[in-house]
């Protein structure tokens, strides 16, 4: 989508007096933080607490972005075939794919057992985790990509969550997807679905109450932006996951100490946020 397009769809919204009400628990109290490029807001919610970028996306429209339109370079960019054994080889370092850090967390939490990788592209994160000794599947919402993968890395991916059996997983990865989500109460749903309890969620976010955030605001490039349409916190998901079940620790690049409870008024510095939230049984 061009710049113009994503600023006629703006003015659209206004035009047609969107409402500004939370999309995670439909508060309708929300407040303007900040205004970006005289346009955007970026707004919080006095009920939950989570920040988003108004006006809001309609979640049919964001679903039909993603599977036919959205670019994110080497995220969705589709290697050549006659590629894949040189990606493989180099565990996808030159696709900037490496997930070697991560997994070495994953690893020290669960060190083996049955995976889902929540929004995992073309399936090089699966890949990586059923090489690591995990059983692996991934769930994709761009069918494209998922026949990709299918084809050339030979790993269980599918593009319909509601095929994946409920409390089937030990674990539950999900890098760089949430802040995409319109309905977040949604995707937070399906992990309580689908995780067995003691389970472990591990949710890779840009971290909107991290330094860079708190020192740029709104002009914070992971804050808001076209694709970006919630600005998550730690505050957000010490509140909120309780309701779905999950117990909450956190950290935040560069990983210098292992995941911690919350403390009021000391939000993960980093720019990386790490959610790792356990289903209580």
Not at 10 to 35: E, F, N
Not at 117 to 123: F, I, P, Q
Not at 165 to 194: C, M, N, T, W
Not at 255 to 275: A, I, M, N, T
């Amino acid at each position: 989508m061009s710049k113009i397009q994503f600023l006629a769809k703006a003015l659209v919204k206004y035009a047609t007096l969107q409402a500004a009400s939370c999309p995670y628990c439909g508060c309708d109290r929300t407040t303007i933080l900040q205004w970006k490029h005289g346009i955007w807001q970026l707004r919080r919610c006095p009920e939950c607490s989570l920040k988003f970028r108004f006006p809001k996306d309609d979640p049919k429209e964001s679903a039909g972005f993603y599977q036919e339109r959205y670019r994110q370079e080497n995220v969705t960019d589709l290697p050549g075939e006659e590629e894949i054994p040189s990606h493989i080889l180099e565990n996808f370092k030159s696709s900037g794919r490496d997930l070697t850090k991560h997994l070495e967390t994953i690893r020290a939490i669960i060190p083996a057992g049955r995976m889902l990788d929540y929004g995992c592209s073309w399936g090089y994160g699966v890949y990586q985790l059923s090489k690591a000794g995990y059983q692996a599947t991934g769930f994709e919402i761009s069918k494209p990509r998922v026949e990709y993968g299918r084809r050339n890395l030979r790993v269980d991916l599918t593009s319909d969550i509601d095929t994946l059996p409920s409390k089937a997983f030990d674990g539950i990865y999900s890098a760089h997807v949430l802040e995409h989500i319109p309905e977040p109460k949604s995707a937070l749903a399906a992990f309580q679905r689908l995780l067995k309890p003691g389970g472990k969620l591990f949710l890779y976010v840009p971290n909107c109450s991290g330094d860079e955030a708190k020192r740029l605001g709104a002009n914070w490039g992971q804050m808001i932006n076209e694709k970006h349409v919630l600005a998550l916190t730690a505050e957000f998901f010490k509140r909120n996951l309780p309701n779905h079940g999950f117990r909450t620790e956190f950290s935040s690049s560069p990983y210098e100490r292992p995941p911690q409870p919350y403390e009021k008024d000391s939000d993960p510095r980093g720019e990386e946020l790490l959610v790792v939230g356990t289903l209580q049984r």
